[in-house]
DNA sequence: AGACTTAAGGTCAGTATTAGTCAAAGAAAG
DNA sequence: CTTTCTTTGACTAATACTGACCTTAAGTCT
């Protein structure tokens, strides 16, 4: 019970904790150099830990002045539930699924009517655009329009 | 964020910024003096950062009073211009087509730093979560994200 | 006008500097 | 003992930087 990957999580989130923009940046390999690990265990904690669905956003460059930059985004307590919703969507997602997800993100004024609209027609527009995974399709369409949503307004 | 290509680049865009005519024009030789740098980085920022994709036009003269200008596109109505630019996003896009269009976005100031690095979160997560036909759904995620974002604020 | 000189900028291939991927081995948990 | 999580390292990929050599334009001198 704490591994080195803990450990690293946990740097990590402390200096995310104290800086003012909520984000920052780190060098791969001056991270594992202090943690005297391979610089690909890096890689494994920030697929692992710090995703995207868990409000962090993770950024790369390779090359010379090449970085690592991480941002945090607090979702407050009422886009919470929401984003536990989006969790649950899977990596399909029919007509009727998607509308009930909708109806009740407007309900609970996570949307706006007019968000919902939108919402539809470009669901609409896209999937109608292909033959074959409709399903597959809205399922990303969905999760990325409401996850830009949620983001936008915390 | 702290190559020397970088730096480079800032200080062209502030130059064109301050600029009334949204042109510059500068010396290759006394640019890569200013830099510490060898002139032929210079060509490697132009390159890279100042495309025609990403709206910057460049110009330039050999010889006895040579030159190289770099001219920013302005269009009026940039809202227009970026609806017509996501019309023009084929049936598949790849990862340098869309950076290319974000950092245009961007630049023109249609969609918010933030906005961009959430977009190229959720198409990452999105995208690198399937197989086949990543490119497919790539155009169709990030026509679907500038599209809200475009009709949202407008 | 033609040849020579000087003053730019262009190209490209090679080197340096980061970070990413993936699969296999090892450790921990159930 | 099986499954899941962690750790490792060999290979890959992207980005930045440099320098040698090339091209073009303008001035200068017969």
Redesign the interface.
């Known amino acids: 019970m704490s591994s080195l990957a803990d450990h690293i999580e946990a740097y990590i989130k402390r200096m995310l904790r104290s800086s003012q923009t909520n984000s920052v940046?780190l060098s791969r390999a001056q991270m594992a150099d202090d943690f005297s690990c391979v610089p690909s265990q890096i890689n494994y904690v920030l697929s692992t830990r710090f995703?995207?669905?868990r409000g962090y956003?993770?950024?790369s460059r390779r090359?010379?002045?090449g970085?690592i930059r991480i941002?945090h985004v607090q979702v407050d307590d009422s886009y919470a539930h929401a984003a536990n919703l989006l969790k649950s969507i899977g990596?399909e997602l029919d007509e009727k699924q998607m509308e009930d997800i909708l109806a009740y993100l407007k309900d609970h004024h996570v949307i706006t009517p007019r968000?919902l609209q939108?919402?539809r027609g470009?669901?609409q527009q896209?999937v109608g655009?292909?033959g074959q995974?409709k399903n597959?399709?809205r399922a990303?369409?969905v999760?990325?329009?409401l996850?830009?949503?949620i983001?936008?307004e915390s």
């Open positions: 940046e995703t995207l669905e956003i993770v950024e090359g010379g002045g970085y941002g990596s968000q939108l919402i470009i669901v896209e655009s292909i995974g597959v399709l990303s369409l999760r990325a329009l996850f830009l949503i983001e936008s």
